[in-house]
């Protein structure tokens, strides 16, 4: 007998971290909730990073998600703002792991092949196919509405994602 598993999708950022809630089912998928948790940029890194924890501890103890997806980090061509980009998703890695939840990681390219069919597509195109998958889905920035696709992309692999994380515990 099958039973629901609740995911939260997260979209690490320093200024922005979108999170996105769904239940899967099988292949039935269904909005729970999403938003974003933002930090003030007035502030220094390490109150930033201490925002997005809090905000997403608070998100996970409400919520109760079973499983997490995050994105991985693209490296672009300024290395400072990477490496403040990897410190926000190691807050979006370490706030579920912290509540014991299983957390996986998917590429920004395989989330859009998976929700859109293609791997290069536009923010536009992952927005209406997050609705078009999820007609009741709300979300109030484009970052919730990627971390909706990194839960629903999860949803999709997640059976692989979990030999995976076997397979990385054993070795």
């Known amino acids: 007998m099958m039973h629901p598993i609740r995911i939260l999708g997260i979209d690490p950022g320093l200024r922005r971290t979108g999170w996105g809630l769904i239940e899967a089912l099988g292949n039935r998928l269904t909005f729970l909730g999403a938003g974003t948790v933002t930090s003030d940029d007035k502030r220094g890194l390490a109150e930033r990073l201490v925002q997005l924890h809090d905000g997403l501890s608070a998100i996970v103890a409400r919520e109760e998600p079973a499983e997490a997806a995050v994105e991985h980090t693209f490296v672009n061509k300024d290395a400072g703002a990477t490496l403040k980009l990897g410190q926000a998703r190691g807050i979006a890695l370490l ?77």
């Open 95 to 171: 706030v579920p792991a912290l509540a014991g939840l299983p957390v996986a990681e998917y590429a920004p390219n395989l989330v859009k092949k998976t929700v859109v069919g293609t791997g290069h597509a536009e923010k536009e195109q992952i927005r209406a196919m997050v609705k078009i998958l999820m007609p009741r889905a709300r979300f109030d920035t484009d970052d919730a509405a990627d971390a909706l696709a990194i839960a629903i992309c999860h949803a999709h692999h997640r059976g692989s994602a979990q030999a995976r994380l076997a397979e990385a515990g054993a070795a």
